[in-house]
């Protein structure tokens, strides 16, 4: 178990339990805190609103207090890497709080989710950046032709792009 300050025990006994789960074997992941007031290029009444689609939701819905961020900075550091061509890459942890940070997929996935949730005036603004953000990635990432062939990545086109594996050998 990580240790706690003491002062945090109040603050996470009244968040849900589920929300440490994994913090054993990754790292000790927290929730951040405060949460983030500002996120990416998106104006504070977006943010606003998606503050209270993260914090309403039960845990096991798939979004938390701070993951839409999470998920963009994703994004937005895999789209400085270097090169021509970018591959996707997975961690070796393979928790939920891993892959948000390391695989694009699944931070692309998180954002979809939250888009859908937003109420019109939001949703048009995150769509509009994730728009720039998927035409980049769309752009710099390579076909993978035999994503069919893995069930667990049907879906969005983000999907099936190619994956980097090397580095998991
Ligand atoms: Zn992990």
New binding site residues.
């Given amino acids: 178990m990580p240790r706690r300050r003491p002062g945090a025990l109040r603050a996470e006994l009244a968040l849900p339990q589920a929300m440490y789960t994994?913090a054993g074997?990754?790292?000790g992941f927290q929730p951040p805190r405060p949460w983030p007031t500002r996120i990416d290029r998106l104006s504070s009444r977006t943010v606003a609103a998606i503050h209270r689609e993260e914090c309403r939701r039960p845990y096991d819905e798939g979004l938390w207090p701070g993951a839409t961020a999470t998920a963009l900075a994703t994004c937005r550091s895999f789209l400085t890497l270097p090169g021509r061509w970018l591959y996707l890459r997975r961690?070796y942890?393979?928790?939920e709080?891993?892959d948000l940070r390391n695989d694009i997929a699944v931070a692309r996935d998180l954002l979809e989710l939250v888009v859908h949730r937003l109420p019109p005036w939001p949703r048009r603004e995150l769509e509009a950046l994730l728009a720039g953000l998927d035409e980049e990635l769309w752009r710099r990432t390579v076909p993978d032709p035999f994503a069919h062939r893995q069930p667990h990545r049907r879906g969005a086109w983000w999907r099936r792009r190619l994956y980097d594996l090397d580095h998991l050998l």
């Fill in positions: 994994g074997h990754c790292g961690d942890c393979g928790c709080q891993c």
